[in-house]
């Protein structure tokens, strides 16, 4: 194979990977934040299962990306079947009291309150909305459905409005709240931006297509030159 050939075998594979993820993005999306959502929830069967080392590595690996507070998480196999406990709940179920936000976040939970889940409520409504909302827009993309960004904009007005006065110490928001209101936003997020991915999408495969249709193969090329 000449280099020129390896060079075309290159650019011929990269434009069919390219191909290929703009045909696929939505069940790879949905992929991705179904794993992402499913993940929390398996830490705290992992604890309660007594496989603490793979399920603390969940819980340090989503500390990440949320602040996992434990009177804003849900909690699975409590032996009140309190699913989200407040803060008297868990001071009464265990968790210690007078502790920093830094050092609240670290409670996981014990046999007698439960485990958490590895995301807060907030996030597990916005991420869950997110997938669900992802799996109805693979049913319903052929029909061109999606939202304004002033509809998007108007679905992330009550979470704005929760958590920025929950922040200022003006009201205590509650799990139903946290859960609607992200839900909302999650909803409205999909329903703007894969619309506009799909456009993106569409338009690489119609330009990849046309490059194609308009490359001369290394055949014609040869006998162009001689």
Known sequence: MTQVDS?????????????WFARHWLAIFNTMWGIYVF??????????AGLTAP???????????????PD???????HTHELAPSAASLAAGGMPTGLSLFQERRFI????????VAICQRDVAIYGSIFLSGLLYALLR??????SWKAAALLTVPMAIDGITQMLGFR???WWLRSVT??????????????????????VIYTETKRRQDTPGPKAAEEASG
């Open 182 to 203: 992200g839900a909302l936003f999650g909803f409205g997020a999909v329903l703007f931006l894969y619309p506009l991915i799909q456009r993106g999408m569409d338009d």
């Open 109 to 116: 939970g014990n046999t007698e309150v439960g485990y958490k």
């Open 39 to 48: 993940l929390p929830f398996l830490a705290p069967i992992l604890m309660a």
């Open 172 to 174: 205590e928001s509650s």
């Open 142 to 147: 052929e029909r061109g459905v999606g939202i």
């Open 55 to 69: 399920a603390r590595l969940i819980y340090g690996v989503y500390s990440i990306f949320c602040h996992q507070l």
């Open 72 to 78: 804003h998480s849900y909690f699975l196999h409590s």
């Open 7 to 19: 060079t075309d075998a290159i650019s011929q594979g990269a434009s069919n990977l390219v191909v």
